[in-house]
């Protein structure tokens, strides 16, 4: 069971993410690929303030747990999850995002942020980076976790089904992959285009220990889910397919294909705003 009181301080910071986030979004020039953001929020929160050991003094650790945003298009989302633990600042990453010469560019990348693992953002490429993260580090018997995040629609591309061969034939159960199954692609849903469903079956069909998350925009079950990873010295890989809603928290942005990327003028923050805190608010009532 996770502790409640954890869970309710994970929520208050994916709620100040979603906010940060949308205030962001409201000052930058260009668009913002809100809607993947808002759906893998309590994962990254999850995985960034409870699950992970990292932080910025770790930097140097060989023994910290590693992180690839393979979505990389969800940069800024993960910038601003790690600025709650003290990796960036907050109103620096609002001031030169997407900039020319910036740290924080739209994708991400380690040149110009080495606490970064992999810089990404071309789709598929996470995981066979992280294949070979985690066989190095169990060549070495080391301890710790190779976390790679995915989006559904990146799972299209066939080197994701290499690498996930190669994890499982190298016993590789130091790697942690994270589906952020929303159902939506860049412009359809996927199952009105590529057919992802028995989706679940296709990882167990490679040998993989499959764990779901029927909410994973629920924190608690989030929590749970991850907590439920075996130990780096089990024998398979595993993979939480994490059921979300593309942008998630504000109404306009649910489930709505021209929100895969946007903007948000003044008017639309204070909606956005509003609605997220209704949402906090639903959630804590709930927990
Ligand atoms: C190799 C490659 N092809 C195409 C793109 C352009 N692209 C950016 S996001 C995206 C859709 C990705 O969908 P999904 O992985 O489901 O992400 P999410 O819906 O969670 O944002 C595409 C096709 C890319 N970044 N890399």
Redesign the pocket.
């Known amino acids: 069971m996770a502790d409640k009181k954890e869970v309710l301080r994970l929520m208050d910071l994916a709620y100040q993410a979603r906010q940060n986030l949308c205030k962001m979004c409201c000052s930058y020039s260009g668009n913002v ?1 809100m ?3 808002m ?2 929020m309590e994962v990254l929160t999850t995985l960034f303030h409870h699950t992970m050991n990292v932080s910025p003094e770790l930097q140097g650790d060989p023994e910290r747990d590693r992180f690839i945003l393979s ?4 940069a800024v989302c993960m910038y601003i999850v790690m600025a709650l633990k003290g990796f960036f600042d907050y109103d620096e990453i609002c001031s030169t995002y997407g900039e020319v010469g910036s740290k924080f560019g739209q ?1 991400p990348c380690k040149t110009r942020l080495p606490m970064l693992d992999v810089s990404t ?5 996470g995981l066979p980076i992280g294949v070979g993260l985690a066989a190095s580090a169990k060549q070495k018997g080391q301890k710790h976790r190779v976390f790679v995040m ?8 066939g080197s994701v089904w290499e690498a996930a061969m190669a994890g499982r034939a190298l016993h590789l159960g130091n790697l942690v992959g994270i589906v ?1 199954r ?6 359809s849903f ?1 199952e009105d285009s590529i057919l992802l469903e028995p989706y679940a079956d296709k990882w167990r069909a490679f040998g993989w220990n499959v764990i779901e998350v029927e909410d994973g925009n629920d924190m608690k079950q989030v929590v749970e889910a991850l907590d439920s990873i075996p130990d780096s010295s089990s024998d398979i890989p595993t993979v939480i397919i994490s059921n ?1 809603v ?1 942008g998630k928290g504000v109404s306009f942005m649910e489930k709505q294909i021209k929100w ?2 946007g903007s948000l003028t003044k008017d639309d923050l204070q909606t956005a705003l509003s609605d997220l805190e209704a949402a906090y608010e639903k959630q804590r009532k709930e927990l």
Not at 71 to 74: I, L, R, Y
């Open positions: 690929h809607g993947g953001d759906s893998m979505k990389g298009h969800g994708h953002g071309s789709l598929g490429h995915m989006g559904d629609g990146e799972t299209c591309e952020d929303n159902r939506q692609l860049m412009t996927s979300t593309k895969h990327c």
